[in-house]
């Protein structure tokens, strides 16, 4: 239980940076910042370890939390750029 509400403040504070990196007029507010921090925090786990420095799983101590962390947050601005894409091509009626 608290490594799930771990998971959702790391994704929130992640997906909060990356829109803060990446400012725009994207709305969603809280649940839409925290969803995308969290597949961030994936995506970059996944690119992290494309890179050899492992996925982002264990925040048990300094020395694996902020580069795990700094993957985080480049996940999430991947994933922001491809939101962006996404909801940019829809067409309203």
């Not at 494309?50 to 947050?73: K, Q």
Request: proline share 2%; aromatic share 12%.
């Amino acid at each position: 239980m608290i490594s799930l509400l771990f998971w959702i403040i790391l994704g929130f504070l992640a997906g909060f940076i990356a829109k803060a990196i990446m400012p725009g007029s994207d709305g969603g507010g809280f649940i839409l910042t925290t969803i995308l921090g969290i597949v961030g925090a994936v995506v970059g786990g996944y690119i992290g370890s494309l890179l050899g420095y492992g996925m982002v799983s264990s925040f048990d101590n300094i020395g694996n939390s902020l580069p795990s962390f700094i993957f985080s947050v480049i996940g999430a601005i991947v994933v922001l750029a491809i939101y962006r894409l996404a909801v940019g091509r829809r067409v309203t009626a």
